[in-house]
């Protein structure tokens, strides 16, 4: 998971330096914090994982998930959007507002308010924190302590050089379910304010749901980090059924833009296969 390729004396200095950092700090992270951790892991995802760099995809995602942060942000973070070119199913959410979303999920997605619930339940776990708590509570040496190294700067290059492993780190492995219900419920909000149609968000669980019937190994992630599925299909069709139907007449359901961006997705090259875990 972690190559440090310093002696491991300073290694082990680092983590223990670290770890006093990760007890002193854990009662509090300020939003600036949150960002400076969060800019760490996304600079260290722009290199590790294949980002779809095709402008009207860039340009899509963003604008779509402006919609929903704009509407959900109450610290006025800057937020990043980005499609990771991965056929697997999969969406997850870093600390101070960077979301991504697996191409194999935008491209299974049959209409915009389906891949607009899944962003707004990322975002979810961005302004309700649940990122930079479980980072906060994680004891891997990958996860929160890595940032806090990289935050405090007490750590040297040992730890700076040492890989995050996205595949199979603690840190993206999932949050509690409570949390993915409070996810779930600003998933199901955040559209609505965004003047999206929440019931995409149902509809995608549903869409995967049936995938895992017949391909299973594609939604193997998804699961693995959002469990719960069928009890999350019932709990936001309810929630969405005590909105006032006046008041979901007129949401938009789909739009040109989302159908021409998975048009865009089926036409670029296949995605790259998955990196050897650890490398
Ligand atoms: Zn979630």
Not at 29 to 49: C, K, N, P
Request: with cysteine.
């Amino acid at each position: 998971m972690v190559n440090f390729s310093a002696p491991i004396e300073r290694a082990s200095r680092c983590v223990a330096i670290c770890t006093f950092v990760l007890v002193a700090a854990s009662c509090a992270v300020s939003t600036q914090q949150e960002v400076q951790m969060g800019a760490s892991y996304a600079a260290q995802i722009d290199t590790q994982l294949p980002i779809v760099r095709d402008p009207l995809v860039v340009s899509y995602i963003n604008a779509l998930g402006n919609q929903l942060a704009k509407v959900a942000d109450t610290r006025g973070l800057t937020w990043h959007f980005a499609v990771v070119d991965s056929k697997e199913v999969n969406a997850f959410a870093v600390p101070g507002g960077w979301i991504y979303v697996n191409r194999g999920l935008v491209e299974r997605a049959q209409t915009m308010n389906q891949l607009a619930g899944v962003v707004g339940h990322e975002i979810g776990h961005v302004t309700l924190r649940h990122t930079v708590q479980q980072m906060q509570q994680s004891q891997e040496v990958n996860g929160g302590l890595m940032a806090l190294c990289t935050l405090t700067k007490v750590c040297n290059s040992g730890a700076a050089q040492a890989g995050i492993n996205l595949g199979g780190s603690a840190f993206f492995a999932s949050f509690s379910r409570q949390d993915e219900a409070q996810a779930d419920d600003q998933g199901v909000k955040n559209t609505v304010n965004a003047g999206i149609d929440p019931h995409g968000v149902p509809e995608m669980f549903r869409i995967l749901l049936n995938e895992r019937k017949t391909n299973p190994s594609a939604v193997d992630a998804w699961f693995a980090t959002h469990p719960g599925e069928e009890d999350r299909i019932t709990a936001t069709t309810k929630q969405i059924s005590l909105y006032p139907p006046a008041q979901l007449r007129n949401l938009q359901v789909d739009s040109d833009a989302f159908q021409r961006v998975k048009r865009r997705l089926l036409s670029l090259p296949p995605s790259p296969a998955p990196k050897p875990v650890g490398k």
